[in-house]
Nanobody
Framework: QVQLVESGGGLVQTGESLRLSCAAS????????MGWYRQAPGKQRELVAL???????NYADSVKGRFTISRDNAKNTVYLQMNSLKLEDTAVYYC???????????????WGQGTQVTVSS
């Protein structure tokens, strides 16, 4: 079994910062891309940021310059540093990994349980 466990969400005011973490545990053989998605009430889930094994990154236009994604391959962990938070960043944030589990020949997508980020004025 493989699990993605997120942490770091919470309630902050506009302009403040938060750091999300997501650790993959269990029968992890290898991890390809890892990323963060978010879903606000009444909206579809959207990509926030993506990072490849080699460290290449991709960001949604709405977070460029404010959010930074990084990963620690030795710890199977991905981070999302969120600065200058805005009201519209309020959402449930989900970790995602394209991951190959031990005993499997190919990778598949795994999701974390989600962590709430609430930004207030």
């Amino acid at each position: 079994q493989v699990q993605l466990v997120e942490s770091g969400g919470g309630l902050v005011q506009t302009g403040e910062s938060l750091r999300l973490s997501c650790a993959a545990s269990g029968r992890v053989f290898s991890i390809n891309a890892m990323g963060w998605y978010r879903q606000a009430p009444g909206k579809q889930r959207e990509l926030v940021a993506l990072i490849t094994t080699g460290g290449s990154t991709n960001y949604a236009d709405s977070v460029k310059g404010r959010f930074t994604i990084s990963r620690d391959n030795a710890k199977n962990t991905v981070y999302l540093q969120m600065n200058s938070l805005k009201l519209e960043d309020t959402a449930v944030y989900y970790c995602n990994a394209d991951l190959r589990s031990s005993g499997w020949l190919s990778s598949r997508n795994y999701w974390g349980q989600g962590t709430q980020v609430t930004v207030s004025s």
